[in-house]
C-alpha cells in the first residue's frame, strides 16, 4: 500500500511511518511547522499532488490539507 503522511512533528509520528514501513508499506511524509504561512500551503498541494495515485492521504496536521481534499481522487483520512 502507498501512504502520504501529513505530520506536525516527528516525534512519536516517526514510530508510524518506521512501522508502516517495515510492514512493506510505500510512505512519504510531509513535515509542516506551525504556524502555516503562505508557503507552507503551497508545499501541502504540491504534496498532495505528488501523493495522487496513492491509495490513502493520512492528515495529521488539521484542518488546512481539507481545503484541498475536493481536489484528490486519493481518499484523505483525517485524524484531529
Aim: hydrophobic fraction near 40%; proline fraction near 6%.
Amino acid at each position: 500500500m502507498k501512504i502520504g503522511l501529513m505530520i506536525k512533528e516527528m516525534g512519536h509520528y516517526q514510530d508510524l511511518a518506521q512501522g508502516l514501513t517495515q510492514h512493506g508499506h510505500d510512505v512519504i511524509t510531509f513535515l509542516h511547522a506551525d504556524p502555516l504561512g503562505t508557503r507552507d500551503y503551497f508545499d501541502m498541494a504540491s504534496f498532495m499532488q505528488q501523493a495522487q495515485g496513492y491509495d490513502l492521504i493520512h492528515n495529521i496536521i488539521g484542518p488546512p490539507p481539507l481545503l484541498f481534499s475536493r481536489f484528490l481522487e486519493t481518499p484523505l483520512l483525517t485524524t484531529i
